[in-house]
């Protein structure tokens, strides 16, 4: 069974930075492809950012291209989502997903393992 676990949400003001991490265990880490996922209160889940098994891959929603960065360190089977220039639209709750195929797959159903999601809350 495969485990997520993340951390690293928090407050933070408009304009400001978090980086939250997602540790796996419990499978081979580096044979998945790996997602960041949001969710705001009365909406649907959302994409915010994949990264396929050999991290050399990469997909953002346009929401938050530029500001944002997903990498991860197969070394120490996590993955990381770097969260700069914040905005109050960027409150949600962050999910960390992974998916066997090793891809860049952008739907939510297509994740196989989810973790518990983290709170990021961003002021104004």
């Known amino acids: 069974q495969v485990q997520l676990v993340e951390s690293g949400g928090g407050l933070v003001q408009a304009g400001g930075s978090l980086r939250l991490s997602c540790a796996v265990s419990g499978r081979t880490f580096s044979d998945y492809g790996m997602g960041w996922f949001r969710q705001a209160p009365g909406t649907e889940r959302g994409i915010v950012a994949v990264v396929n098994r050999s991290g050399r891959g990469r997909y953002y929603a346009n929401s938050v291209k530029g500001r944002f960065t997903i990498s991860r360190d197969n070394a120490k089977s996590t993955v990381y989502l770097q969260m700069n220039s914040l905005k109050p639209e960027d409150t949600a709750i962050y999910y960390c997903?992974?998916?066997?195929?090793?891809?860049?797959?952008?739907?939510?159903?297509?994740?196989?393992?989810w973790g518990q999601g983290t709170q990021v809350t961003v002021s104004s």
């Open positions: 997903a992974a998916e066997r195929d090793g891809s860049m797959r952008l739907v939510v159903d297509e994740y196989d393992y």
